[in-house]
């Protein structure tokens, strides 16, 4: 958990992060409810325009609940960078916190989200995936001690603006200085900070994301991306690469039956979800909400959120209900 910087005025942010399928935004829509919150999306699909089936992007009744930011940011064929969502990200957040409520940022995209808390520097360059790589098996190897005076070597001030008991940060800061940037200007995220994240057993989490497939190709995706496509979108854009709609335009080309798009949209997710694990599991500042094993969803519900609402209010600086009342579910 993060802790403000000196003089910041800075609100209070809490993230819940994690896997696909984990519960993520069902947990935010009901903590918004009760903690007078709203809601960040931290999704690297979400941001498309007319891509809302097959990225479980929140409905009608969802947007009514609570109000959602980054949404719809840009066209399927339009290119949106890291920095672009980071300052859309910065804005929103600001805003929420003028108006007095809890910035709720919500996602398992692990990028922009360690853009947001951990810093990030909006003209730096394109990262080298090899050394990102080497770095992290360097890592691995010889333990965070060894990282941060590696990093000093480079540049004695580096404890100065970093954390260097956080691994992330280190990694990252040490990367842009192997490749030849300076360190950024921009500075871990200076408010207080909680994230969670819901441990659920494999099984589950990967049932959870055939339940979801199953679902999105039973409820309309095939159409989405057929209008997509005869909008003009092709299936090569980046954006019409994520789970669902790769395999839907095979589908849709007739080189796949809809079982197999079905099957092969579900093991990717499942093995995108275990990279998202790794991703978030390595963060010490991820406090993670065991999930109980109950056949009662809503009872699993009603636990999480309440678990979830005991760990916000122990932040001192994150505003109380005004309400104790369970929201309806």
């Known amino acids: 958990m993060g802790t403000s910087l000196a003089g910041s ?7 819940i992060v994690g896997p696909t399928a984990s519960g993520k935004s069902e947990l935010a829509l009901a903590l918004a409810e009760r903690l007078n919150g709203e ?3 931290a999704d690297s699909r979400q941001v498309y325009r007319g891509m809302t089936i097959g990225t479980a992007k929140p409905g009608p009744a969802d947007l009514a609940r609570a109000p959602h930011h980054l949404l719809d940011l840009a066209a399927p064929d339009q290119r949106l960078t890291v920095a672009d969502w980071l300052r859309a990200a910065r804005k929103a957040l600001r805003e929420v916190g003028e108006r007095g409520r809890l910035p709720i940022l919500v996602g398992g995209t692990g990028l922009y989200i360690t853009a947001l808390l951990g810093g990030y520097a909006l003209t730096e360059r394109p990262r080298s995936p090899g050394l990102r790589i080497a770095l992290q098996r360097d890592f691995e190897r010889h333990g965070l001690d060894a990282m941060a005076a590696r ?20 990694l990252a ?18 408010g207080p900070v909680l994230q969670l994240a819901i441990d659920r057993p494999r099984e589950t989490l990967y049932r959870r994301i055939d339940e979801r497939a199953a679902w999105l190709f039973s409820h309309g995706l095939v159409d989405e991306v057929r209008s997509l496509l005869a909008a003009g979108y092709r299936p090569e854009l980046p954006a019409m690469s994520g789970h669902g709609y790769a395999e839907t335009a095979r589908y849709l080309a007739g080189e796949w039956t809809l079982d197999e798009a079905l099957e092969v949209a579900a093991r990717r997710t499942r093995q995108y979800a275990k990279r998202q694990l790794s991703w978030f599991r390595r963060d010490p ?3 993670w909400l065991a999930a109980p094993d109950a056949a009662d969803r809503s009872m699993t519900d009603r636990v999480l959120v309440d678990a979830a609402t005991a760990a916000v209010q122990a932040i001192a600086a994150v505003p109380r ?4 009342t369970m929201a309806r579910r």
């Open 9 to 15: 005025t800075e609100p209070a942010l809490l993230a």
């Open 39 to 41: 809601i960040l999306v």
């Open 151 to 170: 990093l000093r070597a480079y540049d004695p001030r580096a404890g100065d603006g970093i954390d260097v008991r956080n691994p992330r940060r280190v």
């Open 173 to 190: 800061a040490l990367e842009r200085r192997m490749a030849g940037d300076p360190l950024p200007t921009a500075t871990a995220y200076g």
């Open 285 to 287: 500042d991820v406090v």
């Open 321 to 324: 209900p005004a309400s104790t």
